[in-house]
C-alpha cells in the first residue's frame, strides 16, 4: 500500500465545561466500545521504566471477560523513551508506529520506526525505545503472555511497514475487502495476529462472525456500522472496540472514504482447561 493515510490518534485534552453529557461509550457483557473522544489527559497513565512518556491503556485481562491480552496507546516526548519497557519476561509484544519516528533497539541493532512501522518482540528479547526527535512519537503497543508449544521454536523478532506489505484480498470480494497480514497464518509459531482490516466505501463484513478469538479493533481511517453482539454500534477514527470471545460481530463500511482498523486477535493454540480463562482449577 503505497497511500499511507494520517493515522487516527488520541485527541488528549478535555472537553469544554459547556460539552453535553453524552456519548457512545459503553461495556456490556459481550463488548467495549471507548469512544476517541473519552481518550483525554485525565485517563493516561505513566508507567516504571518510561520517561517522557504516557499511554492511554485501552485493554486489559479481566476476569469473565477478555482474557489474553492488553492494549496501549503510547506517547513518547522528544529524549523520551525506555531501556526496560517490558517488565514481564514472558510477554510478546507488537509495536505500530502511527506518528512521529522512534529508535527500536534490538539484538540485530537500531531501527527506525516512523508512521506505519510495525515490529514483533519475543518475549525475553531485551528490546528498548526512544525518541530522538522533536516531536512526540505515538504508537500501538500490544502485549500478551506467549504461549509455548511442545516442538515449536519461538520465532525471530522481525521489523516492517505497512508500506511494504500487501493486502490480501477476502474471497470473492474484488478486493473491497482486504486484510494487511504482518504475519503468516500458516505460521504455527505465532500465537497472536496484530494485522490492518481494509474496507472499501460500501463493503460488508457479510456475516456474524462468532469464533473463539478474541479481538481488540482500533479505528484507524474512516467510518463505519459495526456488528456488536444484539447491537449496531456506529465508530469512526480513534474509537475502539474490544470483544470477548464468540462475541456475534459484522460490519457495514458506510462513510463515504475507505474504513480501516488495528485488529488484534489470539490465534494457534488449545484453550486453557484449568488457570486463569478456564473452568478448572491448576
Known amino acids: 500500500m503505497t497511500d499511507l493515510p494520517p493515522y487516527a490518534t488520541p485527541p488528549g485534552g478535555l472537553p469544554p465545561q459547556t ?42 485481562p479481566m476476569s469473565g471477560f477478555s482474557e489474553t491480552f492488553s492494549h496501549y496507546i503510547m506517547e513518547v516526548g522528544p529524549n523520551g523513551g525506555s531501556d526496560t519497557p517490558e517488565p514481564d519476561e514472558m510477554a510478546e509484544g507488537v509495536i505500530f508506529v502511527t506518528h512521529g519516528e522512534g529508535w527500536l533497539r534490538l539484538d540485530d541493532g537500531e531501527h527506525a520506526l516512523g508512521p506505519g ?90 456475516f456474524e462472525e462468532t469464533h473463539v478469538m478474541e479481538h481488540g479493533l482500533y479505528v484507524l481511517e474512516g467510518k463505519a456500522v459495526y456488528r456488536l453482539n444484539r447491537d449496531w454500534v456506529e465508530v469512526g477514527p480513534g474509537d475502539y472496540m474490544w470483544l470477548r470471545a464468540f462475541c456475534p460481530q459484522a460490519c457495514y463500511a458506510g462513510g463515504p472514504g475507505r474504513f480501516r482498523y488495528l485488529l488484534y486477535k489470539d490465534v494457534n493454540r488449545h484453550p486453557r482447561l484449568r488457570g486463569p480463562g478456564a473452568f478448572g482449577r491448576g
Not at 500490544?142 to 506489505?165: L, M, S
Open 117 to 206: 512501522g510495525y515490529a514483533w518482540l519475543p518475549p525475553g528479547s531485551g528490546w528498548t525505545f526512544h525518541n530522538g526527535g522533536e516531536l512526540p512519537v505515538r504508537f500501538h503497543w500490544i502485549r500478551k503472555a506467549y504461549e509455548h508449544a511442545p516442538g515449536i521454536d519461538v520465532p525471530a523478532a522481525f521489523v516492517t511497514n505497512e508500506a511494504d506489505v500487501t493486502p490480501l484480498p477476502m474471497p470473492d470480494t474484488d478486493g473491497r475487502w482486504s486484510t494487511t497480514r504482518f504475519v503468516d497464518p500458516a505460521d504455527i509459531r505465532h500465537d497472536m495476529h496484530v494485522n490492518i482490516v481494509n474496507l472499501a466505501p460500501g463493503a460488508v463484513i457479510p
Open 19 to 60: 460539552a453535553l453529557h453524552t456519548g457512545r461509550a459503553v461495556l456490556t457483557e459481550a463488548y467495549a466500545v471507548i469512544p476517541a473522544g473519552v481518550m483525554t489527559d485525565i485517563v493516561t497513565s505513566f508507567l516504571p521504566g518510561w520517561t517522557h512518556t504516557r499511554a492511554w491503556i485501552i485493554a486489559r
